[in-house]
């Protein structure tokens, strides 16, 4: 059964410490996974979603009462909450596992619905995917698991007093809106907002703001991978292209290639 709508809304935002966007992705020595020893930084779509989230609260303070930053990685996520902390959010929750645990998004899913469960948020406002497997599947699945609403690929978020949320989505053929009540699941796509960047104020202040701990027992969760990568490998480099003097050489180049 779904709770009652809220006269003050608690928003949730998970924030995934990924592989900075910047930084040339290597296959790891083992050819299981990717060379893990670069910069990290926060997932650019949960940016847009800790931003969207403070800018809901600037427009209606007087709905929007506290938003909380989780994070499911190893001590070094704590970095990523920081960095939302900084940005405005309120609080936060990180989950920690031992360095390069791979939590699948189902798992991740489940550890999120447990914290709703026990805190009592009534909006999840989170990235689209995390851009390193891009997997984007999270939010769907926790929409699911929780029987709430859900509206993904959000270009552009209203939250009214009474509750009721309006999502404009970007489809192929224009724009669709979707309205819903509270509780709900919202997915953050690239055009929603421009994040901010943190003042070097709110980053001192960051660090007083409170963060609680958890490992996965502590919340009754298992991260026990349910696929195993068998290889990761670089895709074949791309052949050199050519210079065509007419269409009949296209045509012919073309049939010698195979293409037609």
């Known amino acids: 059964m779904r709770p009652t709508l809220p006269s003050l809304v608690n928003i949730l935002v998970p924030v995934k410490r990924s592989i900075d966007y910047a930084v040339k992705i290597r296959v790891a020595s083992d050819g299981k996974g990717v060379d893990t020893n670069v910069k990290h930084s926060m997932n650019p779509f949960d940016e847009i979603a800790v931003e969207e989230a403070i800018r809901l609260r600037e427009k209606k303070p007087s709905v929007v009462t506290s938003i909380t930053a989780l994070s499911i990685g190893p001590p070094k996520a704590v970095d990523t909450i920081r960095t939302a902390l900084a940005m405005g959010a309120d609080s936060g929750i990180h989950i920690t596992v031992p360095e390069n645990t791979v939590v699948e998004p189902i798992s991740v899913a489940n550890a999120i619905k447990k914290i709703i469960q026990d805190k009592k948020f009534d909006l999840v406002i989170m990235g689209k995917q995390a851009i390193d497997d891009d997997s984007g599947s999270t939010g769907g699945m926790l929409a699911g698991l929780l029987g709430w609403g859900q509206g ?64 996965p027992e502590d919340l009754g969760l298992d991260f026990t991978p349910r696929f195993e990568t068998i290889s990761v490998s670089e895709p074949a480099k791309r052949q050199g292209g050519g210079k065509v003097g007419s269409v009949d050489e296209l045509v012919a180049k073309m049939k010698e290639a195979g293409i037609i």
């Open 152 to 215: 993904s690929f959000a270009s552009k978020l209203t939250i009214e007093q009474d509750g009721k949320v309006n999502v404009t989505r970007e489809i192929d053929g224009g724009l669709e809106i979707i309205e819903s009540k509270l509780p709900m699941i919202v997915t953050t796509d690239l055009r929603l907002n421009e994040p901010r960047y943190a003042s070097l104020p709110n980053i001192m202040k960051a660090k007083k703001k409170k963060i609680e701990t958890f490992k």
